[in-house]
């Protein structure tokens, strides 16, 4: 004889509740992922489009016979083969070179005690408040009176002086909150402050490091007004001012100035998809503890 199974008397009381303040979030997350996708997609569409193909045809429609040939036109017309070294130089020197040093004064400013520590963080500091636009003018004449107009180092040394306040003031609030007992433990055992920073701090760092070097590259990478005022030689420009000359000689092209602006944009949407698992863990850990 078998035994009949248990009958469940559903009650419609017991379907789970359905969230709307979280399917009002995700509407709005898409709406807003929406809004910011399309003008990617309408310059992506176009870069692949002849010019009269744009005139006649709707900005949102994918291209019918694809134009590759607009990117390499666009490259060599615009001679970003210069423009995309000297950012690449630039950047690759400035952004490694920008965090080494933050981290290391971050680290000094957070666990060794010294007469003016915290008079020295609100100099770091106050540098984040200041615009850089309103010192382009004496920062122009004081890389002159060094002779380093048109040169790497005439770009990246100011470019060090503006973003490494931020860094520190990131950085130093997150070493703030590593427990004080692993540098002391390293301490007893001999270890100098040197070894502790790179074998405790660093390691533990690299999300918040991985934060701060997409926004630095991208930072980096698309500056403009400074590289226009200390860049006056055209063997010299950043791809920021060589898409600038490109769009005022080619502006009727939309073909080939939509490529251009892809190219442009490219290597930053790169690196960002490369380091965006680290980005937001990075930033909360920087902004929550201290």
């Known amino acids: 004889m078998t035994r009949a199974s248990p009958v469940v008397d559903f ?11 979280l399917v009002g979030l995700w509407i709005t997350l ?25 005139m006649n045809s709707s900005a949102f429609a994918p291209p019918v016979d694809p134009k590759f040939s607009n990117y390499a036109s666009a490259w060599d017309r615009g001679r970003f083969n210069t423009t995309f070294f000297n950012s690449v130089i630039i950047t690759t020197i400035k952004v490694p ?8 004064a971050a680290y000094a400013l957070a666990k060794i005690e010294f007469t003016g520590r915290k008079l020295l963080l609100l100099a770091i500091l106050f540098g984040t408040m200041i615009p850089f636009q309103v010192m382009l003018a004496p920062l122009f004449t004081l890389v002159n009176g ?15 002086a503006f973003g490494v306040p931020y860094q520190v003031f990131i950085l130093q609030s997150f070493f703030r909150g590593i427990p004080k007992e692993l540098s002391e433990a390293a301490r007893i055992d001999g270890a100098s402050h040197f070894v502790i920073f790179r074998r405790i701090f660093l390691p533990v760092s690299l999300p918040v490091l991985a934060a701060l070097l997409i926004l630095d590259f991208v930072a980096t990478w698309n500056e403009f007004a400074m590289a226009l005022v ?18 005022g000689q080619f502006s ?18 790169i690196v960002y998809l490369i380091f965006q698992r680290y980005f937001v863990s990075g930033l909360t850990s920087g902004a929550v503890k201290g």
């Open 30 to 54: 898409a709406i807003v992922a929406v809004i910011w996708i399309a003008p990617f997609v309408f310059i992506t569409f176009t870069s692949l489009k002849s010019t009269a193909a744009v």
């Open 230 to 247: 200390l860049l006056q030689d055209r063997e010299m420009w950043t791809l920021p001012l060589g898409l600038s000359a490109f769009q």
């Open 252 to 269: 009727r092209d939309y073909g080939q100035l939509n490529a251009a602006i892809v190219m442009t944009v490219l290597p930053a949407a």
């Open 146 to 160: 060094l002779h380093l107009i048109d040169t790497y180092p005439g770009v990246i040394l100011p470019y060090l």
């Open 97 to 104: 070179l920008g965090l080494m040093i933050s981290a290391m």
């Open 11 to 21: 009650h419609p009381m017991d379907k789970p509740k359905r969230d709307w303040v």
